[in-house]
């Protein structure tokens, strides 16, 4: 997964909050534009678009962008900054076998998941199916377990800037219904299912992740094409090849999907107007 970009109503607010908050840096600051990231790798890019408003209560788009730490001390790290200088975004945190997962929302309603996977080597799959599930976890005790005393110390100076990686792992988007999802995102796209919740919610993966993408119809049952609003923008897909990068164009226009090629990026969109970009990693 590349980065996701998210329309804004307040560029200075929503930069505050993935930088002092999420504990992102920036990495480049073009007028409307910022992008922020961690070790040079862009994960969220924030597009002040001040004309537009909130979209209606029920529509299609994000649902969350899924921030991925390579250590649970990282992770913990991040949770900790969150609890500190805005704990009334924090909406839970679960067990999901797989990873373990702390969720909050933005000041402008985008949903946003900051994980550690466990080992590979510990998921356990049934007829290619990944067992995942909704386990309590306690977000302060997983902050007394892995947090770091030096966080503790660093975090109250100014110069203080988190190093550790990260990466967007998944995006989990609202759908109007899962078969359409599941038709564009399986069938014409070309990711594998991974795991699906009746007609509730699919997981879909490359590679053999648990997911890097998933859709559900918790908010969103029955909505149509998206209207321009603030919230998603787009989402960025890193394929390793041109060939894959190939391959994929070659079946999005088999599946009478509508592609914009420049020659470094394919751009097209999905049944509810959520705005995808394929390009190589």
Do not use: C, K
Request: hydrophobic fraction near 45%.
């Amino acid at each position: 997964m590349g980065a996701v970009t998210l329309l804004v109503g307040d560029l200075d607010a929503m930069t505050r909050y993935y930088r002092d908050v999420v504990t992102l840096q920036v990495l480049a600051a073009e007028g409307d534009t910022v992008t922020l990231g961690r070790s040079g790798r862009p994960i969220v890019i924030l597009r002040h678009e001040p004309s537009l408003r909130h979209a209606a209560s029920g529509s299609a788009g994000l649902f969350h962008t899924a921030i991925l730490f390579e250590t649970q001390a990282a992770l913990a790290a991040a949770l900790y900054s969150v609890a500190r200088h805005a704990p009334s975004t924090f909406s839970g945190s679960a067990d999901h076998l797989v990873s373990q997962a702390f969720y909050f929302t933005d000041p402008e309603g985008n949903g946003i998941e900051l994980y550690w996977d466990r080992d590979r080597s510990t998921w356990s799959w049934t007829h290619g199916q990944v067992e995942m599930d909704t386990l309590f976890l306690d977000p302060n005790a997983f902050l007394r377990e892995h947090l770091d005393p030096a966080t503790l110390d660093g975090a109250g100076s100014a110069a203080f800037t988190p190093s550790d990686p990260a990466r967007v792992g998944h995006v989990h988007l609202s759908v109007g219904d899962v078969a359409t999802a599941r038709a564009f995102y399986v069938d014409a796209l070309g990711f594998d299912t991974t795991a699906a919740l009746g007609d509730q919610a699919l997981f879909v993966s490359a590679g053999g992740y648990h997911h890097h993408m998933a859709m559900n119809v918790w908010n969103s049952r029955g909505a149509g094409p998206r209207m321009p609003a603030l919230g998603l923008g787009r989402v960025d897909l890193a394929l390793p090849t041109s060939d894959d990068l190939g391959a994929l164009t070659e079946r999005l226009r088999h599946h009478g999907v509508a592609v914009r090629d420049d020659g470094r990026t394919v751009a097209f969109d999905d049944p509810w107007d959520n705005t995808l970009h394929a390009a190589l990693a």
